[in-house]
């Protein structure tokens, strides 16, 4: 019969209209700002970098290889590389950016820049309260604002925080291990025996 669905989609509504004044689960709305709903772990927004340690500057993971800057489908994110170096996580030095923008007022929230980043330095941020009344640069994130803690990161994507730690642990370990061999000093060769009497075989002469 026509009409059908629309008198089930009512029903649905009106049941939990009613059924919002008992059960809160069917309260759907919350008091905002004041309540607010938690954030699934895979809801994004714009991108951040991340930082270990204490300081912003030295422990910034970027080392601003311009791989994020390059995909960036609308080309929202500006680099301009140090030029001296310090030391990234695994003590190697690298370059860092000088400055590192990202207009968000053109951001699309893509995450491509995260997915092509080989140094899990820049990802997905949870923030949404970002709207300002002037329409120009004050929509433009500067390295200072956009640079945040890894415990930050751990606070809002606990399950994929870990992963990189753990990732990037592994790889720190593998290096140290890949140093300490070519460190270590190298075994005498010893001359292969070739005869029956255990002899070295001696040079063919012309
Ligand atoms: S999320 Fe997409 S649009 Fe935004 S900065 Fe990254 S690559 Fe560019
Ligand atoms: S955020 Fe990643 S991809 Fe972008 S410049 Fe820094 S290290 Fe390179």
């Not at 340690?53 to 140090?82: F, H, N, T, W």
């Not at 980043?117 to 709207?131: G, H, N, R, T, Y």
């Amino acid at each position: 019969m026509i009409g059908t669905g629309i008198l089930k989609g009512m029903g649905v509504t009106a049941r939990n209209f009613v059924g919002s004044y008992f059960e809160k689960e069917r309260l759907i709305t919350v008091q905002y700002p004041e309540e607010r709903s938690p954030l699934p772990e895979n809801y994004r927004n714009f991108p951040f970098l991340i930082y270990d340690g204490e300081d912003p500057q030295a422990g910034l993971r970027c080392v601003a290889c311009k791989i994020c800057e390059k995909e960036c489908p609308p080309q929202c994110i500006y680099i301009v590389k140090s030029d001296d170096k310090k030391p990234d996580y695994m003590g190697k030095p690298q370059f860092y950016p000088k400055v590192f923008d990202i207009d968000i007022s053109v951001c699309m929230s893509c995450q491509i820049c995260v997915e092509v980043c080989p140094f899990e330095a820049i990802k997905m941020d949870k923030e949404f309260e970002l709207s300002k009344r002037e329409r120009f640069n004050h929509l433009l994130q500067r390295k200072e604002e956009l640079s945040k803690p890894n415990e930050y990161y751990h606070g809002i994507c606990p399950t994929e925080a870990a992963d990189v730690d753990a990732k990037l642990g592994a790889a720190a370990e593998a290096a140290a291990k890949k140093k300490a061999v070519a460190a270590a000093p190298a075994a005498p060769v010893l001359a292969k025996p070739t005869g029956p009497t255990g002899s070295t075989s001696a040079p063919a002469s012309s």
